[in-house]
């Protein structure tokens, strides 16, 4: 078994709670509050900023032409991530240039930049895989025909494009990093910030 299904599948317990998180959930069925999606676009649109600029810190440390050429690609897969975001918001009047980044958004975005700044290719990946594949898992459990205005949403994430990245970057993973501690608490952290995400959305007092 590769190191990235090892890490994948002794995270099951934090996969499984976020498919039965009531934000995921809700808007698997399309019954999530128009308003707490619109807050999930602008969040996720800034997280998702931080994320293109991990990968590029990374991808300026590529230890070789085929890892530099992966990570452009990834960071191009981000581009389009925040074109669906850019979509939602023209066409709900979302004004995400006014959102102010909640706690648990600037704690996973720090987590990512920071990891990508001082740690090793092999820790970035890991930090940053959870992410790809837990959106990669969730697209794949909905079912777009049920998620009603969110039918999009799961669409993309559900995408054979998006699993095609998903798996480049657990590539990565197998091939930049050990199987040690740091590797296994870094990704194990993204997956709880991924939870503390989904909390922070739907109860923003929280």
């Known amino acids: 078994m590769t190191l990235s299904k090892r890490l994948w599948r002794d995270n099951a317990d934090l996969a499984d709670e976020a498919l039965a998180h009531p934000f995921v959930r809700r808007l698997g069925d399309g019954s999530l509050p128009r308003e707490v999606f619109a807050s999930y676009v602008a969040q996720d649109a800034f997280f998702l900023e931080s994320f293109a600029r991990a990968y590029a810190l990374a991808l300026a440390r590529s230890p070789d032409t085929p890892t530099l050429l992966a990570l452009a690609d990834l960071l191009a897969g981000v581009r389009e991530e925040l074109g669906l975001h850019a979509a939602y918001a023209a066409r709900w009047g979302i004004d995400m240039a006014c959102a102010e980044p909640a706690p648990a958004t600037l704690a996973y975005s720090e987590f990512l930049?920071?990891?990508?700044?001082?740690?090793?290719?092999?820790?970035?990946?890991?930090?940053?895989?959870?992410?790809?594949?837990?959106?990669?898992?969730?697209?794949?459990?909905?079912?777009?025909?049920?998620?009603?205005?969110?039918?999009?949403?799961?669409?993309?994430?559900?995408?054979?494009?998006?699993?095609?990245?998903?798996?480049?970057?657990?590539?990565?993973?197998?091939?930049q990093a050990d199987d040690g501690s740091a590797v296994r608490a870094a990704y194990r952290r993204a997956m709880c910030l991924e939870l503390a995400f989904f909390d922070a959305v739907l109860l923003p007092s929280a």
Request: a negative charge; one cysteine or more.
């Open 113 to 175: 930049l920071a990891t990508a700044a001082t740690g090793d290719i092999g820790l970035v990946c890991a930090a940053m895989t959870p992410c790809m594949r837990l959106y990669a898992w969730l697209g794949a459990a909905l079912d777009a025909n049920a998620a009603g205005p969110y039918a999009k949403w799961v669409q993309t994430y559900a995408d054979p494009g998006f699993e095609v990245l998903t798996t480049r970057l657990e590539r990565l993973l197998d091939e």
